[in-house]
């Protein structure tokens, strides 16, 4: 091989390459595996949801749901995202209670009224009884 010419390096490379093609030489490689079919991908399920085990009922709207949905808990049951009530954040429910004192009064009957003087600072005011006589 050390005195090979570049005619002879390229009438070997030919007999290699019609030997491959007449499928001599090494063995092939083994064709893939048929695919399997493709997996729902791994998205995450929101907070508090599952996917179905089995086809069922939704609770609230009574509509099926299949095998693979995502569910989540609807009363004591499992079913649709859509029919959950919404969870309201801590400051929703803070407004919601604000809102439901001013409309029943509760927070201007509670308060009384005020005993500041006009002009005077906050830390100057005294009750009304210690005041003495009006002049």
């Known amino acids: 091989m050390l005195g090979e010419t570049c005619a002879q390096r390229e009438a070997i490379k030919r007999a290699q390459a019609a030997k491959k093609k007449a499928g001599g030489g090494k063995p092939a490689a083994k ?3 048929a695919k399997k079919p493709a997996a729902k991908e ?5 907070r508090g949801s599952v996917r179905a085990a089995y086809p069922g009922i939704c609770p ?7 095998k693979g949905e995502d569910l989540t808990k609807v009363t004591d049951h499992w079913g649709h995202p859509a029919c959950a009530p919404r969870q309201m954040s801590a400051a929703e429910r803070e407004f919601a209670r604000n809102k439901a004192r001013i409309e029943s009064g509760e927070t201007f009957r509670g308060q009384k009224p005020s005993d500041w003087r006009r002009g005077a600072s906050p830390s100057s005011t005294r009750p009304a009884a210690e005041l003495g006589p009006a002049v």
Request: glycine fraction near 0%; proline fraction near 20%.
């Open 31 to 33: 064709k893939p595996a």
């Open 42 to 46: 791994a998205v995450p399920l929101p």
């Open 60 to 66: 609230a709207c009574f509509k099926d749901y299949a």
